[in-house]
Structure formats: C-alpha cells, structure tokens
C-alpha cells in the first residue's frame, strides 16, 4: 500500500521537474522572450492607446541597449515604436514613441 502511494506521487512530482527544467531551458535559449516582449508591448498598447488599431509588426531584440523594441503601425499610417526590457526577462515597457 505505501509504495503504491509514493508511485502516486512521484509521477506528478517528476512531471512538474519536466515542465520546469523545459521552462527553464526555453527561457536561457530566447525562445521565449520575443513572444513574452510581443505580449507585454500589445497589452501596453491596448490599454493605453484603446481608441487607435494598432497592429504588431515587428519584434527584435537591441543588443546596444538591452531591450526588445516591438513595432506596431495602424491604418491612418501612424506607427508606434515600444521598448520592453531588460532582455533576459522582457516585463516592463520602458519607453513608447509614437511617429506619424
């Protein structure tokens, strides 16, 4: 009966260690990090800016400045540039600019 219940319970514990060191892995790769820049900067964008459409276009990273910069263009031709940082974790928006 106990070792019933230590099988029981390993095979969730062993599961939540995958998931973490594959979580881990993605996150030291950047397979991650343009993504989580992209989904912070629209999110930025939707609540600050809820009347105007703008469209994600473009995510890169900027190594000079240790920042992914997100690019977004709406239809009267108005673009917005949105700086995310720092690099290893992209959480926070740093700076908006807007060009017409």
Not at 19 to 47: C, D, M, R, W
Request: with cysteine; charged share 15%; glycine share 4%.
């Amino acid at each position: 009966m106990k070792i019933r219940q230590k099988v029981i319970l390993a095979v969730p514990v062993t599961l939540l260690a995958f998931i973490i060191l594959l979580l881990v892995s993605f996150s030291t790769n950047g397979f991650i990090h343009k993504p989580l820049a992209s989904f912070v900067a629209e999110n930025y964008v939707g609540q600050r800016y809820p009347d105007q459409e703008y469209l994600c276009c473009d995510a890169e990273y900027v190594p000079a400045i240790d920042c992914y910069m997100v690019y977004f263009k709406n239809e009267a031709g108005g673009q917005l540039n949105i700086a995310v940082e720092p690099g290893f974790f992209p959480v926070s928006v740093c700076r908006s600019t807007v060009v017409n």
